[in-house]
């Protein structure tokens, strides 16, 4: 199994940024990928960034250019940089995680909340 611990949420103006945390723990030398999926109210939950075992890395074409995931595989961390927020960035945060022991597992964060305000 593979649990995970997220930190970093919080409030904050449009413009502005935040970082977001994700540690893995528990069989964190079968992790493949890491990543961040978001859910507003009333929405689907979307994927925001996807960070492969190597160097690849996957952007929601809305976050293109402003946000920056980046993995550290020695701390089993992933994290997300959010910059130049906006209101439409509002959301609970995921982490993802995707594991593998003969077949594939997900495994996700317990959320935490960005609020973005004008």
């Known amino acids: 199994q593979v649990q995970l611990v997220e930190s970093g949420g919080g409030l904050v103006q449009a413009g502005g940024s935040l970082r977001l945390s994700c540690a893995a723990s528990?069989?964190?030398?079968?992790?493949?990928?890491m990543g961040w999926y978001r859910q507003a109210p009333g929405n689907q939950r979307e994927l925001v960034a996807l960070c492969g075992s190597g160097t690849t890395t996957n952007y929601a074409d809305t976050v293109k250019g402003r946000f920056t995931i980046s993995r550290d595989n020695a701390r089993n961390t992933v994290y997300l940089q959010m910059n130049s927020l906006k209101p439409e960035d509002t959301a609970v945060y995921y982490c993802?995680?995707?594991?593998?022991?003969?077949?594939?597992?997900?495994?996700w964060g317990q959320g935490t909340q960005v609020t973005v305000t004008p």
């Open positions: 528990g069989l964190t030398n079968r992790i493949d990928t």
């Open positions: 993802y995680v995707r594991w593998r022991v003969l077949a594939y597992y997900d495994t």
